[in-house]
């Protein structure tokens, strides 16, 4: 008697029309361990070296309101991610990247500084707090500060910023107010979120490309690798910092044809009625949009296989912030629940990170620039708060790791101004407001966050406590909790 034929899986659907390999797409999430601990890397250098005579590139993609739980390779097996599960496979995956201030502009600004928020001045998207924006909405950070873009322009690199820049002016030549980012400035106008339709700025205001298709992300990879080909063929000298910020999954939440989806499973932090009609309605086509945003992440790769570019360029992929989706019955960004501050981060470099490994370290926003130039062989930004975790991402014995992390929301709809603060451990999630204690979860055991353990846990809540102070104190944070 023969047993039933397996039935495809949406993931392995999708996988078979992007032509990823099945195997890649369903690759547990944790790669297997030799006897020291290490993840395999047949194709490993010896750590700080590079193939390629110069320095090598960077190709670094952030997309909006992407939550970590919600990719395949995260444990996800509702929402179909297989180019990014592959990817995954092929380099380091970092369970615990956290957006440290889960909301736009802050994230952008934090990420260019290698700062967090009350250093760089962008504390929530529209506040009266922003410290270091102008009455116009432009950014100015503050001058002890580094800026992403210079830095590696200083170092000789090509610089291009393609996609959502919500940092201020747009319309803007070369110079200060792109931050080093003047090779290519292909920055979306407004709707930036309209991912049928768009509009481009590429200089002035009277440099602008516009177009429509079926999905914006899409085209910005034919941008890129536009950008990357041209660099390539006419400077081959001079490494590449590609610098992409697509829009979705970011609302609205409609998917693009192909990828509609009609239900997903709710996860069990959804309770109420309210929030699970919310739910119901909205995950199935976030799921759809994360899906054809994968699809766009595997012509990308594809792109830079063509162009033989893979084994001379460090490509990563984060977001900015995930999004509640009614998980713990709310909706929107800037909480410090991890649907909110957790965020999926890759890394591949082949020969230089050790393939299908896991960093047993946090990431936070302001490690990025760090780390980058730490991979990179560039000096240190000089002013940064965040930590060069290139020597753990290779893998290297006795590496240092962050074993917490400061989240800062300062404004938000829940807790207007000053707020709340919270610490990130790898075992507990602890948030307090000025008047006290909000909740503390035990994130490995718990990873819902359903329990919340504020009121039973005295010593804990005041050992957290008082780590959370004195980050606050070492990182210079002025917010005064009672």
Same mark, same amino acid.
Not at 21 to 35: E, F, I, W, Y
Not at 184 to 200: C, I, N
Not at 240 to 245: A, D, F, I, N
């Given at each position: ?40 890397? #047949? ?14 590139? +960077? ?9 970590? =739980? ?6 996800? %097996? ?15 995956? +970092? ?29 929530? !998207? ?31 690199? /090509?610089? *291009? ?16 107010? /792109? ?5 290519? $400035? ?20 009277? %440099? ?31 490494? +590449? ?11 609205? &939440? ?14 069990? !932090? ?14 199935? !086509? ?38 509640? &989706? ?12 991890? #649907? ?8 591949? $470099? ?12 946090? =990431?936070?926003?302001? %490690? ?83 329990? !919340? ?7 804990? +809540?005041?050992?957290?406590?008082? /780590? ?7 990182? *210079? %944070? ?5």
């Amino acid at each position: 008697m023969s047993s039933a034929p397996l039935h495809p899986t949406r993931r392995e659907l999708i996988a078979a029309a992007l032509g990823l390999p099945l195997l890649a797409a369903r690759r547990p999430a944790r790669a297997a361990q030799d006897a020291h601990g290490s993840a395999p890397a #047949d194709d490993a250098a010896p750590a700080g070296t590079s193939s390629a005579a110069r320095p090598p590139n +960077v190709l670094f993609v952030f997309s909006d309101s992407h939550r970590a =739980v919600s990719t395949g390779c995260y444990g996800n %097996d509702d929402v179909a991610t297989p180019a990014l599960d592959a990817f995954a496979a092929q380099g380091v995956r +970092v369970p615990t990247c956290v957006s440290n201030t889960p909301v736009c502009r802050p994230f952008r600004a934090s990420f260019f500084t290698g700062s967090h928020a009350h250093r760089s001045g962008m504390l929530s !998207n529209a506040s009266s707090h922003n410290f270091a924006v102008d009455d116009t909405g432009q950014w100015q950070p503050p001058a002890e500060l580094p800026t992403l873009g210079t830095h590696f322009q200083r170092a000789g690199y /090509r610089c *291009g910023y393609i996609g959502k820049w919500h940092l201020g002016r747009i319309a803007v030549e070369p110079g200060p107010l /792109r931050f080093g980012f003047d090779d290519l $400035w292909y920055v979306a106008r407004k709707p930036a979120h309209d991912y049928r339709e768009w509009e481009y700025v590429t200089g002035t205001s009277g %440099d602008f490309v516009s177009g429509r298709g079926n999905f914006r992300t899409d085209h910005e990879v034919d941008v890129a690798l536009e950008f990357l080909r041209a660099s390539k063929a006419e400077s081959p000298e001079r490494p +590449v910092l590609l610098t992409m910020s697509w829009g979705p999954p970011h609302g609205p &939440l409609i998917a693009p044809p192909g990828f509609e989806r009609d239900s997903a499973r709710l996860p069990p !932090n959804v309770t109420s009625a309210k929030a699970k009609a919310i739910a119901r309605k909205d995950l199935p !086509n976030y799921y759809g949009l994360v899906e054809a945003m994968d699809a766009s992440w595997a012509k990308l790769m594809a792109g830079l296989a063509a162009l033989d570019m893979e084994r001379d360029t460090i490509v990563v992929y984060t977001s900015d912030h995930g999004n509640q &989706l009614g998980a713990q019955d709310r909706t929107g960004k800037e909480y410090a629940y991890s #649907d909110s501050s957790r965020v999926p981060l890759m890394l591949r $470099w082949p020969g230089q990170l050790p393939a299908g490994s896991t960093l047993d370290s946090l =990431v936070g926003t302001p %490690d990025l620039f760090p780390t980058l130039c730490g991979l990179a062989g560039l000096p240190q930004p000089e002013g940064a708060d965040g930590m060069n975790l290139a020597a753990a991402l290779r893998g290297e014995a006795g590496a240092t790791v962050r074993e917490e992390a400061l989240l800062i929301g300062a404004d938000t709809e829940l807790l207007p101004f000053p707020g709340w603060r919270a610490l990130r451990t790898e075992r507990h999630l602890y948030a307090r407001d000025e008047k006290g204690p909000r909740f503390l979860y035990e994130v490995q055991s718990d990873p819902y966050e359903m329990n !919340n353990l504020v009121d039973r846990r005295a010593k804990a +809540v005041a050992a957290l406590d008082e /780590r959370l102070r004195e980050a606050m104190r070492a990182l *210079g %944070d002025r917010w005064r909790p009672a």
